[in-house]
C-alpha cells in the first residue's frame, strides 16, 4: 500500500511542484471566500467577526424574499439576460453569414478585425461613450430630432432603459461570436457546395440549405452555455449606466449586491443574495456543461 | 462560381454596403469621442461636434497630462498589468501542463481538474470576497488586484486542450534524449505554443486594465486607483452633473468643461487596447479556435 503510494507520488511529485502557485492562489482567493457564506445566516458584525456575530439560521433570507426592490431585481436579470442571448445570436449569425459571404480573404478578415474591437474597450469607457452618444444633444438624438422625432432618454426611460443596455451589449460583443461562427463555417466541407452548385442551387439556396444547418449545432451550444450564465445579467454594464430613475426595470441581482451589501453594508444581506445566486447559478451552469457533453461532445476539461 | 448572375452581383454590392455600415457603427462612437476630447467645449455642449473636432483645442489633453490623477492611475494600471499578465500566464501555463497529461501519467489528474472545474460553477459572492481581503490586510495593495484569480480556468483550458492536440511524438522523442518535464515545457511546447500563449495573454492584459470593481473594492485611496476604477469615478461626477437642472451657469460651464475632458481621458484609457490588439490579432482566431471549440 504503501509503495503503492510513494510510486505514485514518484510520478507526480514534478507536476504538484508545477502546480503548487496557482493551487496556492487559488485555494486562498477562490475557496477562501467561500468560507464566509456563513455571513448569510448570521447578524454579522464585522467588529465580532465570523466567530462572534450571532446566528440568525434563515432571517435573512426570509428578509430579502419579502423585500419587492429585490424580486424586482430577478424578474429583470431574467428578461435582460433572455434578451441578450436572443438578439446577441441572431447578430452574431447573421454578420457570420454576411461575412461568408465575401470571398475576398483581405476585406474579410479586416472586417472581423473591426467588429472584434469593441469587445476589448472596458463598460466603463464604454459608459462614458455611450452617454455621449446616448445624451440630449448626443449623435444618436441629433439624428432623431433633425427626423423630425422627440429626443429619446436612453438612459433614465425605464421602459427604454432595459433596451438599451440589451442593443448595447449585442453591439459590444457580437464580433467573439462572428469570429466563432466564421471559423465554424470555413471548417465546412467545400465539397458539399460543389455538389449543390452542379444540383442548381443558387447562393441563398445554398446558405438556406448548407450553412444554415452546418452551423445549428455550435448556434445551439453557444446559446446552452449563456443560458448557464442566465443570472449574471452584465454587472459592469449595468452598474455604469444605470441610475435610480431605472432601477424599477434596471436592477439587477448583481448591482443590487453592490449596493445593499457593500455600498450600505449590509454584509449579510448581501452574502445572502450571493448565495442564493450562487447555489442557482450552479446549478444551472452544471446543467449547461452536461447538456452541451451530451449533445455537442463539448468538454471544458 | 459559374452561376455569377446579375441579380448575385447586386446582392454582393448590398452585402458590402450593409458590412462596411455595422464596421462603421462599431468605429464611429470612438472617432466621435475622439473629435469630442480635440473640440471647443461650447460646440460640443451645442451638440455640434460630430466626427471632426470644431473649434479644435488641445487643451484637455494638456489637463489630463498635468493633472497628475489620470498619469499616476495609468502608471498604476501599467504596473496592474505587467504584474497581473505575468503571475496569470505563469499560472495557467505550469497549471496547463500536468492538466494536459492523461490520468496514466499524473494519475490525479482528474481531482485537480474538478478543484479548478468547481470555481467556475460556484463561489463565495462580492461581500465575502471582500471580507477575505480585509481580513489578510490586502486592503490598498497592488497585490488585491493582482492576486485574485490568478488561474482563469476557461483560458488555461483553451491552453491544456492545444496542448492535448500537438502529438505525442513531440515529447516523446525529447524525454528520450533525456529531456525532463521543465525542459519539455519551456524549449519544446512552448514556442509552438505561441498563437494560444498570445491569445490567452491578449484576455488576461485585457482583463487587468478594464477591471474597475476590484480597484472600487479593495482601494480605498484615490490616489492608489488603477484608471479605470478612476474614470468610473470621473463618470459617476459627470453623472450626477448631468442630473442637475443645467440653469446654474457654473454647473453648465463645469459640464462643458467636464465632458470634453472626460472624453480625452476615456480615449488615452483606449489606447493601450487598440496598440496591443492588431500585433495579437493574427494568432487570435487559431489560438482562440483550436483551444476552445472543437468541431
Not at chain 1, 6 to 34: C, D, H, N
Not at chain 1, 149 to 175: A, C, E, H, Y
Not at chain 1, 228 to 236: E, K, M, Q, R, T
Amino acid at each position: 500500500m504503501l509503495s503503492k503510494l510513494q510510486e505514485r507520488f514518484r510520478k507526480e511529485w514534478l507536476f504538484l511542484l508545477m502546480m503548487l502557485p496557482g493551487l496556492v492562489l487559488t485555494a486562498i482567493f477562490s475557496y477562501g471566500p467561500m468560507y464566509g457564506i456563513i455571513m448569510a445566516f448570521q447578524d454579522y458584525n464585522p467588529g465580532l467577526g465570523y466567530g462572534g456575530s450571532p446566528w440568525v439560521g434563515w432571517a435573512n433570507f426570509k428578509l430579502i424574499f419579502s423585500q419587492p426592490a429585490f424580486l424586482v431585481t430577478i424578474r429583470n436579470t431574467f428578461f435582460i439576460s433572455f434578451m441578450k442571448i436572443v438578439f446577441g445570436t441572431l447578430a452574431s449569425v447573421v454578420f457570420a453569414l454576411q461575412l461568408n459571404e465575401i470571398r475576398q480573404n483581405g476585406p474579410k478578415r479586416i472586417f472581423q478585425t473591426i467588429v472584434y474591437i469593441p469587445n476589448f474597450i472596458s463598460w466603463v469607457i464604454m459608459a462614458g461613450i455611450l452617454t455621449d452618444i446616448l445624451g440630449t444633444n448626443g449623435i444618436i438624438n441629433e439624428v432623431v430630432k433633425g427626423l423630425g422625432g422627440r429626443p429619446v432618454q436612453f438612459l433614465s426611460n425605464r421602459g427604454v432603459f432595459p433596451w438599451t443596455l440589451i442593443f448595447t451589449d449585442m453591439w459590444k460583443t457580437f464580433g467573439f461570436g462572428t469570429v466563432v461562427y466564421l471559423a465554424t463555417m470555413t471548417g465546412i466541407d467545400p465539397e458539399l457546395y460543389e455538389s449543390a452548385v452542379i444540383d442548381g442551387a443558387g447562393r441563398w439556396r445554398q446558405t438556406w440549405s448548407i450553412t444554415l444547418p452546418m452551423l445549428i449545432p455550435i448556434i445551439i451550444l453557444m446559446t446552452v452555455l449563456a443560458l448557464g450564465n442566465v443570472l449574471s445579467a452584465g454587472f459592469d454594464q449595468v452598474y455604469n449606466l444605470y441610475s435610480p430613475s431605472v432601477f424599477p426595470t434596471g436592477d439587477i441581482i448583481d448591482t443590487y449586491v453592490y449596493r445593499a451589501g457593500l455600498q450600505s453594508g449590509k454584509y449579510a444581506i448581501g452574502t445572502a443574495v450571493g448565495l442564493f445566486k450562487s447555489l442557482v447559478s450552479s446549478v444551472l451552469i452544471s446543467t449547461s456543461l452536461f447538456v452541451a457533453y451530451k449533445f455537442a461532445g463539448y468538454k471544458v476539461f | 462560381m459559374q452561376f455569377r448572375s446579375r441579380g448575385q452581383k447586386i446582392f454582393n454590392v448590398i452585402n458590402y454596403i450593409l458590412v462596411t455600415l455595422v464596421c462603421l457603427s462599431c468605429l464611429l462612437p470612438i472617432v466621435n469621442t475622439l473629435a469630442i476630447s480635440f473640440s471647443a467645449p461650447s460646440f460640443v455642449s451645442a451638440g455640434q461636434v460630430y466626427f471632426w473636432p470644431k473649434g479644435f483645442t488641445t487643451q484637455s489633453y494638456e489637463f489630463a497630462m498635468s493633472g497628475g490623477k489620470f498619469v499616476r492611475s495609468f502608471l498604476i494600471a501599467i504596473e496592474r498589468c505587467v504584474l497581473g499578465v505575468a503571475i496569470n500566464l505563469f499560472c495557467m501555463i505550469t497549471t496547463a501542463y500536468p492538466l494536459s497529461k492523461d490520468t496514466k501519467k499524473f494519475p490525479d489528474r482528474n481531482f485537480f481538474m474538478g478543484f479548478y472545474v468547481f470555481t467556475m460553477l460556484f463561489g463565495g459572492g462580492l461581500v465575502p470576497w471582500y471580507i477575505l481581503m480585509y481580513n489578510l490586510g490586502l486592503l490598498n495593495s497592488i497585490w488585491a488586484l493582482v492576486l485574485p484569480l490568478s488561474v482563469p480556468v476557461s483560458n488555461m483550458a483553451i491552453l491544456m486542450n492545444f496542448m492535448r492536440s500537438l502529438p505525442k511524438e513531440m515529447e516523446e522523442a525529447a524525454s528520450i534524449d533525456g529531456a525532463g518535464n521543465f525542459r519539455i515545457l519551456w524549449s519544446i511546447l512552448l514556442p509552438v505554443l505561441t498563437p494560444s500563449l498570445a491569445t490567452v495573454g491578449l484576455f488576461a492584459f485585457v482583463y487587468h486594465w478594464n477591471d474597475w470593481l476590484s480597484g472600487a473594492l479593495f482601494i480605498n485611496n484615490p490616489t492608489k486607483y488603477p484608471l479605470q476604477t478612476y474614470l468610473q469615478t470621473l463618470l459617476t461626477n459627470m453623472r450626477d452633473l448631468l442630473r442637475q437642472s443645467g440653469s446654474d451657469y457654473y454647473t453648465l460651464l463645469q459640464r462643458m468643461n467636464e465632458q470634453t475632458g472626460r472624453a480625452s481621458q476615456l480615449f488615452l484609457g483606449l489606447v493601450p487596447i487598440l496598440v496591443v490588439y492588431p500585433f495579437v490579432q493574427k494568432y487570435f482566431t487559431t489560438g482562440l479556435v483550436m483551444g476552445s471549440v472543437k468541431g
